[in-house]
């Protein structure tokens, strides 16, 4: 089991590109996540997906789109990259509905926007 | 405003001392309480506390919650080298019709040989 994937491990943008981040996991898990981890912010979810098919906004949610495209995969999108997005993103799935303490993080994709 | 803070930012000490990190926080109708340690990469989960008062231990770290005055500790007992990493808290609380997660800025420990 390879558990939570990333792609990319790095990126770099220019102001007002877009692009997609993408997210697998292979444990069957039901609920997905996003974050962003600034320096001394701790991490912040942008959107979540407590189950598929569904999809939902968190505390950061402005400048990005997200896909739950099946149970697999969760994909993050900026349509129009800004230098405030630079930052590491991770992913994350947990077995049960929003069970965060069971949540299990991918390896992050460090993304820069010039 | 930050519904979680954590203390200290950061703090560095020598193999063997005890260290207690706090996070306290403000939320409507607290759920939980999670602890994390960040190495160089993703955050691997320690702690879940929901009562008051009871100890949570794993080894060398234990961690408490008092609900009363809103805050968790995360205790490191005769602590090692590979205990550097920082030390994530998060709250979990009802908003929307859903559960949100927030955390804090987290503590960076530092133990020197």
């Known amino acids: 089991n390879a558990g939570v994937t990333q792609t990319p491990k790095f990126q770099v943008l220019k102001t007002g590109q877009s692009m997609t981040l993408q997210c697998a996991q292979d444990?069957?898990?039901?609920?997905m996540y996003w974050y962003r981890q600034d320096p001394g912010m701790g991490l912040r979810l942008i959107y979540y997906?407590?189950?598929?098919?569904?999809?939902d906004k968190g505390e950061v949610p402005n400048g990005y789109n997200v896909s739950r495209l099946n149970k697999r995969e969760f994909s993050l999108r900026l349509e129009s990259a800004a230098p405030s997005q630079t930052s590491v993103y991770f992913c994350?799935?947990?077995?049960?509905?929003?069970?965060?303490?069971?949540?299990?993080f991918g390896p992050g994709t460090r993304l820069t926007v010039l | 405003e930050d519904k979680v803070v954590q203390s200290p930012l950061s703090l560095v000490v020598h193999e063997g001392d005890t260290v207690t990190l706090n996070c306290s926080y403000e939320?409507?109708?607290?759920?939980?309480l999670l602890w994390y340690k960040q190495e160089k990469k993703a955050p691997t989960f320690l702690f879940m506390l929901?009562?008051?008062?009871i100890e949570k231990k794993s080894g060398r770290l234990s961690s408490i919650l008092d609900k009363k005055e809103l805050f968790s500790i995360l205790n490191i007992t005769a602590t090692q080298t590979g205990d550097s990493a920082i030390y994530l808290c998060?709250?979990?609380?009802?908003?929307?019709?859903?559960?949100?997660?927030?955390f804090g800025k987290g503590t960076k420990l530092t133990v020197n040989p």
């Open positions: 994350a799935s947990s077995e049960y509905r929003l069970s965060y303490n069971e949540q299990f």
């Open positions: 929901t009562s008051s008062g």
């Open positions: 998060a709250v979990v609380f009802p908003q929307g019709g859903s559960e949100k997660l927030v």
């Open positions: 939320v409507t109708n607290f759920r939980s």
């Open positions: 444990m069957n898990h039901n609920s």
């Open positions: 997906s407590a189950s598929e098919g569904t999809t």
